[in-house]
């Protein structure tokens, strides 16, 4: 029995070996010239600010929210869509209690002001 799972455990300590192995080429090899500029802290293209810990607004946690929900629904919805016929009126029921309660938290993140950017 155990010898059935020989090649994938083969296979686990070959992929192993051959990312570590880059990982140390890498370092070993790579070139190292720190200087100022490479070492100093790079937000898009600015210089820092403020600290790292400062605190973001609630609405950028709201989009955050509101992406996850929007990209949940469309996984969801394409396999639906592709069985649609074979569901029935059930199906389709379930559907629309689904889209409508995703569309219930869209409307709660737009009254919150989240899609409003200063």
């Known amino acids: 029995m155990l010898a059935e799972y020989l090649p994938t455990l083969l296979f686990l300590i070959v992929a192993s070996g051959i990312g570590v192995a880059l ?5 070993v090899l790579g070139p190292k010239r720190p ?5 100093s802290p790079y ?3 600015f210089e820092a600010f403020e600290d790292a810990r400062m605190q973001f607004d609630v609405r950028y946690y709201l989009i955050a929210i509101q992406f996850i929900i929007f990209d949940l629904e469309i996984i969801f919805i394409v396999p639906w869509a592709t069985v649609f016929r074979e569901l029935g009126i059930v199906g389709l029921i379930e559907m629309g209690l689904f889209a409508g309660m995703l569309l219930l938290g869209f409307v709660y993140v737009w009254k919150k002001g989240a899609l409003e950017w200063e």
């Open 43 to 45: 937000e898009c293209g």
């Open 35 to 39: 200087s100022a500029e490479k070492l």
């Open 23 to 27: 990982l140390i080429v890498g370092n």
